[in-house]
C-alpha cells in the first residue's frame, strides 16, 4: 500500500485534525495547511499553519481553477 496517498492522510491526519478542533469547541473556517514529513512508514505532522508561506503559495494557486476571492468570501 501507498504510505502517503491522500485517502491515508485524509483518514488519518485531516479528518480527525478538523474533527478534534470542532468536539474541542473551535471549528475551523479558512485554509489550514498540514506541514507533513514523508516517511517509509507514513505521514507525520510537522505542523499546522493558517497561512501559506510563500512556497506553499506558489504551488496551490496555480491549481486553483475558481476565483480565490469567491473562496475567502465563502468562507467568512
Given at each position: 500500500?501507498?504510505?502517503?496517498?491522500?485517502?491515508?492522510?485524509?483518514?488519518?491526519?485531516?479528518?480527525?485534525t478538523?474533527?478534534?478542533?470542532?468536539?474541542?469547541?473551535?471549528?475551523?473556517?479558512?485554509?489550514?495547511?498540514?506541514?507533513?514529513?514523508?516517511?517509509?512508514?507514513?505521514?507525520?505532522?510537522?505542523?499546522?499553519?493558517s497561512?501559506?508561506?510563500?512556497?506553499?503559495?506558489?504551488?496551490?494557486?496555480?491549481?486553483?481553477?475558481?476565483?480565490?476571492v469567491?473562496?475567502?468570501?465563502?468562507?467568512?
Amino acid at each position: 500500500s501507498d504510505v502517503c496517498s491522500s485517502d491515508l492522510c485524509m483518514e488519518r491526519i485531516f479528518l480527525p485534525t478538523v474533527k478534534a478542533m470542532q468536539e474541542m469547541g473551535r471549528p475551523f473556517k479558512g485554509c489550514l495547511y498540514f506541514g507533513l514529513m514523508i516517511t517509509p512508514k507514513g505521514p507525520y505532522v510537522i505542523e499546522y499553519n493558517s497561512r501559506f508561506g510563500d512556497p506553499e503559495t506558489q504551488v496551490v494557486l496555480e491549481l486553483l481553477e475558481s476565483d480565490l476571492v469567491e473562496i475567502m468570501q465563502a468562507v467568512y
